[in-house]
């Protein structure tokens, strides 16, 4: 019975290139009745086109403790760190406004 109860070891690998990473400051999410579509872009200045560079599927059960293990985390970084603030975006030359792709 008390084998039940322990969580089991999970032995996770890491290789060299997804220990990488890729910066992503564009994230796009959508959502299909069987699974959350989460997509990863980096989007530079004055470009037209941007790609994506890494697509996660996730059912809605691992979403949803996606989003509160991101906010426990959160919580512990502004504890120890500070809160984070939002950033307004600053006025282009022309004055046109630079979108905040994360603003809901």
């Known amino acids: 019975m008390e084998k039940k109860n322990q969580q ?3 032995k996770i690998e890491l290789s060299p290139e ?11 999410i959508a959502h299909s009745g ?16 941007a790609r994506v560079q890494s697509r996660i ?6 979403a949803k403790n996606l989003l509160f293990a991101l906010r426990d985390n959160i919580q512990k970084y502004e504890e120890m760190f500070g ?3 939002p950033r ?17």
Request: charged share 15%.
């Open 34 to 49: 069987q699974e959350f579509f989460l997509d990863f872009i980096n989007r530079g200045p004055h470009m037209p086109q």
């Open 83 to 85: 809160t984070i603030e």
């Open 8 to 10: 089991q070891e999970i």
């Open 18 to 28: 997804v220990a990488a990473g890729c910066y992503s400051n564009l994230a796009m």
């Open 88 to 104: 307004m975006p600053r006025q282009a030359a022309g004055g046109s406004d630079i979108p905040n792709p994360f603003q809901a």
């Open 57 to 62: 599927i996730m059912s809605p059960e691992n």
